[in-house]
Nanobody, 121 residues
Framework: QVQLVESGGGLVQAGGSLRLSCAAS????????MGWYRQAPGNQRELVAG???????NYADSVKGRFTISRDNAENTVTLQMNSLKPEDTAVYYC???????????????WGQGTQVTVSS
């Protein structure tokens, strides 16, 4: 059984900062990718930032220069540091990972339960 557990999030004023963390646990052979998505009411889920095992990162244009993703391969964790937050960053943030479980040599997509980020103006 593989699961992603998120922490962080909350309410912050515009211009403030928040930090999201996600830890993958269970019978994990390899984590290929970890990243963060978000979904605001009435919108589709969108990529915020991602981090491959090789070290490549990608960011949504709307968060470049404000958000920073980091990853600890040994601990199977990913962190999203969010600075200069704007009201339009308000959404439920989901951790996503592509994981190869032990004994099942096929990569599958896993999602966290989501954490609310609210930025007040």
């Amino acid at each position: 059984q593989v699961q992603l557990v998120e922490s962080g999030g909350g309410l912050v004023q515009a211009g403030g900062s928040l930090r999201l963390s996600c830890a993958a646990s269970g019978r994990i052979f390899r984590v290929n990718y970890m990243g963060w998505y978000r979904q605001a009411p009435g919108n589709q889920r969108e990529l915020v930032a991602g981090f491959t095992r090789s070290g490549s990162t990608n960011y949504a244009d709307s968060v470049k220069g404000r958000f920073t993703i980091s990853r600890d391969n040994a601990e199977n964790t990913v962190t999203l540091q969010m600075n200069s937050l704007k009201p339009e960053d308000t959404a439920v943030y989901y951790c996503n990972a592509q994981i190869v479980p032990t004994g099942i040599l096929i990569s599958s997509d896993y999602w966290g339960q989501g954490t609310q980020v609210t930025v007040s103006s």
